[in-house]
C-alpha cells in the first residue's frame, strides 16, 4: 500500500507563496505520475498539476499555468510551487500517484490544506 504524505500547506495572504509537497513510500512499482488535486469547498476535486514518470513532462492546470510548478527531487517526492496566490486558491490539496503501466492504481494523501487571504 503506497503511502503519501503531504507538507506545505497553512495560511497566505493574497499574493504570496506556498510551497507543498508530496513523498510517497512503500512503492513496490515503477511507472507511475505523481501530482496533485485540490478540493476548495463545496465543489469537486479538480486536477492540478502532474509530472511523468521521467520527470521532464509536467502538466498544469490551464487556469494555473504562469502561476504554479510542479518538479521533484527524484522519483519519490514531488513539489507544488504556488506563486501569486489568490483567494480562489484556497481548497484542500491532495497529492496523487496514479500507476501508467500494469493493473490500475491510484493512491491519495491525506491532504494540506491551504488558505489564502483576501
Not at 504570496?16 to 512503500?26: E, H, N, T
Not at 494555473?64 to 510551487?81: C, W, Y
Amino acid at each position: 500500500q503506497v503511502q503519501l504524505v503531504e507538507s506545505g500547506g497553512g495560511l497566505v495572504h493574497s499574493g504570496g507563496s506556498l510551497r507543498l509537497s508530496c513523498v510517497a513510500s512503500d512503492i513496490t512499482f515503477n511507472f507511475y505520475t505523481m501530482g496533485w488535486y485540490r478540493q476548495a469547498p463545496g465543489k469537486e476535486r479538480e486536477f492540478v498539476a502532474s509530472l511523468n514518470w521521467s520527470g521532464d513532462t509536467p502538466s498544469i492546470a490551464d487556469s494555473l499555468k504562469g502561476r504554479f510548478t510542479i518538479s521533484r527531487d527524484n522519483a519519490k517526492e514531488v513539489h507544488l510551487q504556488m506563486t501569486s496566490l489568490k483567494p480562489e486558491d484556497t481548497a484542500v490539496y491532495y497529492c496523487n500517484l496514479r500507476r501508467t503501466v500494469g493493473f490500475n492504481y491510484e493512491a491519495w494523501g491525506q491532504g494540506t490544506r491551504v488558505t489564502v487571504s483576501s
